[in-house]
Every structure is written in structure tokens, then in C-alpha cells.
């Protein structure tokens, strides 16, 4: 799978070892920087960037990550067909995908360390969206709601 990742200064460490994880799983990065650690960068630029890579069909899904992962989730949610949300559980990070279809996991490099990130990650990208009648039903109510921004 083809996953963009992208983090402010605030992710930039964290940032490298999720993008080894998903390398060693077998997916290709669509990497949306910070290419250098700028304590001036914002979190909605790389967002933005994540989004639009999802946007256009380079990537199927995506990680952002910043020092909460709150502002990074914030900011993606506000693109049309994104759907984040921050996750610091294996649970949520598997199950938005399996009921919400959540297409990007935010994460806070202030508040998980690498190894929970790395099962944070795996939980993610093995997650498929169930497709059963009332998760669809959900989801196209959410869909609507973006359509009438």
C-alpha cells in the first residue's frame, strides 16, 4: 500500500521510525516531510500535503504526526474525503478504520513512544473498512455532512 506521511517539528523523530515500520512491512512512503527539523514549521501544511497526496490517488492512506496529534487530525479533517482521527490505542487505531474508514492516523510524538507508535501503525495499515450495512449507512451520513460544507 502506497501511505503518506508527513509530521511538523514536533513529530520529526517519531516521524523516521514510523516510516521504517511501514518500509519493513512492505509499504511504500509517500513521504510529505519535514525533510529538516524547522522548530518554525506549522502542522496544517504537512496536513494538507498528506491529504492532498490521498487526494489525488498517490496514496491509499496516511500517517501524520505532531507533538499531539490533535492539530495534525484537526487540519486533515478539513479536506474533503479525509477522515482522521488521533488514536494512542491499538484499538482505535484498527477499529475507525474497520467501522469509520478512517484514512489517516494522527499521532502524538509527545505522548507514544516508538514502540507503541510501531503497533499503532501495524494496527492501522492491517485494518480493512467492514463495509456492513450500518457502518456504510454511517459513513454515507458523514459523507453527506461533508458535501454540505
Same mark, same amino acid.
Request: aromatic fraction near 4%; include cysteine; glycine fraction near 12%.
Given at each position: ?10 513529530? =520529526? ?20 516531510? @519535514? ?9 496544517? %501544511? =504537512? ?8 487526494? !489525488? &490517488?498517490?496514496?491509499? !492512506? &496516511? ?8 492539530? @495534525? ?5 478539513? +479536506?474533503? &474525503? ?6 494512542? %490505542? ?11 474508514? +478512517?484514512?489517516?492516523?494522527?499521532? *502524538? ?12 501503525? !501495524? ?5 480493512? =473498512?467492514?463495509? *456492513?450495512? !450500518? ?9 453527506? +455532512?461533508? *458535501?454540505?460544507?
Amino acid at each position: 500500500m502506497n501511505i503518506a506521511v508527513g509530521a511538523d517539528h514536533g513529530g =520529526f523523530i517519531l516521524k523516521q521510525v514510523v516510516v521504517e515500520q511501514l518500509k519493513q512491512l512492505g509499504h511504500t512512503i509517500v513521504d510529505c516531510g @519535514a525533510d529538516t527539523l524547522n522548530p518554525a514549521d506549522d502542522y496544517p %501544511d =504537512f496536513a494538507r500535503a498528506v491529504g492532498e497526496a490521498i487526494q !489525488r &490517488g498517490a496514496a491509499e !492512506r &496516511g500517517v501524520l504526526i505532531c507533538g499531539s496529534g490533535v492539530g @495534525a487530525a484537526v487540519a486533515a479533517t478539513k +479536506m474533503r &474525503g479525509i477522515r482522521s482521527s488521533v488514536c494512542h %490505542d491499538t484499538y482505535s487505531a484498527h477499529q475507525a478504520v474497520e467501522h469509520d474508514d +478512517m484514512n489517516v492516523l494522527s499521532l *502524538g510524538a509527545r505522548v507514544v513512544g516508538d514502540e507503541l507508535a510501531k503497533e499503532l501503525v !501495524r494496527a492501522f495499515v492491517a485494518a480493512r =473498512f467492514d463495509g *456492513g450495512e !450500518r457502518f456504510q449507512r454511517r459513513l454515507n451520513k458523514v459523507l453527506e +455532512m461533508e *458535501g454540505n460544507k
